[in-house]
């Protein structure tokens, strides 16, 4: 079946800028996952939904990171007034409820000029 | 809090030679392991995991990791390795409710004949 999807595959953007980016989960899982890579970094955690409300935000860095999933599927990451530090790979990934395995999207690359 | 280390950026080797990435990690509650491995412009794909049960652990395409908690480590082996295997391995752990994972910075394996 398909996987997660994420779109844009990559983003460029100006600073200050606002930017969307869309994840697709895998069809019925009711966990989402928004992650961010830096350059040379492992992935770190954003935000977590289960179904349509956010259930841990504690990694959003600050007030201009926002996400929504207002039907349960698909979910939005918002950027508002990007900045360059904001530049990375922002990863999606989703599973079913109560289970372990997190199932990753190829993400979206984001340059922020 | 959660916290992983990866103790090798990079691991180089020939063909057909063994490896073991090592991951290390800190946690003051029970924990579930993972080993994420992701090839070049692609998403991140579950290699083997470990939440209970015996400490050895077999995961997709030959590979293995043995959980030791008196060690607090997670190493990831292969006895053989092909040039396919080139990638970035990603050692990383959540807590029981399955909810975010905390990632180590990954290590580069470079594959050569």
């Known amino acids: 079946g398909a996987g997660v999807s994420q779109t844009p595959s990559n983003k460029v953007t100006e600073k200050g800028k606002y930017v969307e980016l869309r994840c697709d989960p895998i069809s019925g899982h009711t966990a989402l996952y928004w992650y961010r890579q830096s350059l040379g970094q492992g992935p770190e955690f954003l935000i977590y939904f289960q179904g349509t409300g956010a259930a841990d935000d504690s990694g959003l860095p600050n007030d201009r990171f926002f996400a929504v999933r207002p039907e349960g599927s698909v979910s939005t990451l918002k950027i508002q007034r990007t900045e360059r530090g904001d530049s990375a790979v922002y990863l999606c990934?989703?599973?079913?409820?109560?289970?372990?395995?997190?199932?990753f999207g190829p993400g979206t690359r984001l340059l922020v000029l | 809090a959660q916290s992983v280390t990866q103790l090798d950026s990079q691991v180089p080797v020939f063909e057909e030679a063994p490896v073991e990435l090592r991951c290390n990690y800190s946690s003051s509650v029970s924990v579930y392991l993972f080993w994420y491995v992701q090839y070049p412009n692609q998403g991140l794909q579950l290699l083997l995991k470990?939440?209970?049960?015996?400490?050895l652990v077999k995961g997709i395409n030959g590979f293995e990791a043995e959980f030791n908690k008196s060690q607090t480590s997670f190493h990831l082996r292969k006895p053989s390795v092909h040039i396919s295997d080139t990638a970035e391995y990603f050692c990383?752990?959540?807590?029981?409710?399955?909810?975010?994972?905390?990632f180590g910075t990954g290590t580069r394996l470079l594959v050569s004949p």
């Open positions: 990383a752990v959540s807590g029981s409710s399955f909810q975010k994972l905390v």
């Open positions: 470990y939440l209970s049960g015996s400490t």
């Open positions: 990934a989703s599973s079913l409820a109560g289970k372990e395995t997190q199932y």
